[in-house]
């Protein structure tokens, strides 16, 4: 970015609608806020949309039934999630969310069609940020500047892999919401592979979390974890980013499994898998869009198209551990190579600079 561009934006008047969400949650911590303090780029928290800015960043979970009538300022628009695709389904969630949005207040009008509440945002939008071609093709039907962008992850790596070697039980892990409906596509090759192998599961997620919108009529990801698997050696941390990585980091294979009936899930950006590449950790993938591109982009075959593929697969690397320790460096070397800090706060720069 040039020293002039910068120090324009540094002088700039900038909210930031956050839905309301901790600016300590991953998903601030990772995107704006880690931004803008790199660049020491300042802003106010808003929800105020009779107040003048230069930029709003709206957030995800921001209510954009008001941001989409916003007409004080630019505004810089954060659609990480598949949305779009998950709206083709007539699911109850896909069906009643935007009334539940209201209903909850979470948004201030009322649109009972949420598709048509984001495409009103998204028309309304400046520029939009988003983490996938595919989404990105999508959204380009109803604005044009659109910025592909990933997560800052640095901050939460406390610990590295160090060692490929693994002893008894073997170690998978995997790290998520608790919703773990991934598991339930994979659970009958894992208690095949139970029948041979001594492994442990680590599952690194929230203790507890609302049914729906994520805060209404809590369960708890113990009770669901005793009823899903079919094998025992299944253990439960609590998401939090001092023990994260050096829980993650100790274990043997990450694994990513992902409904492919679920176009929300299927249509998710690669961060989680960049993030375990970060810590050194090998790691198989279902094989959805953005984890197959990055996989090719590394030269590892480790995205599974089928059970039959996790099985192979599973197998080679729980029994292998110099196919770990190379897959391992690989994945570490190409992440730090093609997705260190500087390469992503380019991406933001080019963001930001393209509503000036």
Not at 74 to 91: M, R, V
Not at 330 to 351: C, N, P
């Amino acid at each position: 970015m040039k020293n002039l561009d910068l120090s324009l934006l540094q002088r700039l008047k900038i909210g930031w609608a956050t839905g309301g969400i901790s600016l300590d949650h991953p998903a601030h911590r990772r995107t704006f806020l880690y931004y803008a303090k790199r660049r020491n780029i300042h802003f106010e928290v808003t929800n105020d949309v009779g107040k003048s800015y230069d930029i709003v960043y709206v957030s995800q979970g921001a209510d954009i039934t008001q941001w989409a009538r916003y007409n004080r300022g630019k505004i810089i628009y954060e659609f990480s999630d598949a949305y779009f695709a998950e709206s083709e389904q007539t699911t109850f969630k896909v069906i009643f969310r935007g009334l539940a949005k209201f209903v909850t207040r979470k948004h201030r009008h009322l649109k009972l069609s949420y598709r048509q509440a984001l495409e009103d945002m998204l028309r309304r939008a400046d520029a939009v940020l988003c983490g996938t071609a595919e989404q990105g093709t999508l959204i380009k039907q109803f604005c044009n500047n659109v910025h592909y962008i990933f997560a800052f992850q640095d901050d939460d790596l406390k610990a590295i892999k160090e060692s490929y070697s693994a002893s008894m039980p073997f170690n998978l892990v995997w790290e998520g919401l608790p919703s773990l409906d991934g598991f339930v596509t994979i659970n009958p090759v894992l208690a095949e592979l139970k029948q041979r192998h001594d492994f442990a599961l680590h599952l690194v997620t929230d203790i507890k979390r609302g049914r729906y919108l994520n805060d209404y009529l809590p369960a708890h990801t113990k009770d669901k974890i005793e009823k899903m698997f079919p094998f025992k050696d299944v253990y439960l941390y609590e998401w939090n980013n001092h023990m994260f990585s050096r829980i993650v980091s100790q274990c043997d294979l990450g694994i990513i499994p992902i409904p492919m009936d679920k176009p929300f899930w299927v249509g998710k950006p690669a961060n989680k898998l960049l993030l375990f590449w970060r810590m050194g950790v090998p790691t198989l993938t279902s094989a959805t869009p953005a984890y197959k591109k990055i996989m090719d982009e590394c030269g590892l075959d480790m995205a599974c198209n089928s059970l039959e593929e996790w099985a192979y697969k599973l197998e080679k690397y729980l029994v292998d551990e110099n196919a770990r320790r190379d897959a391992g460096t690989r994945a570490k070397a190409f992440v730090e190579a093609e997705y260190g800090e500087e390469k992503l706060l380019a991406l933001w720069d080019k963001a930001f600079i393209s509503v000036l």
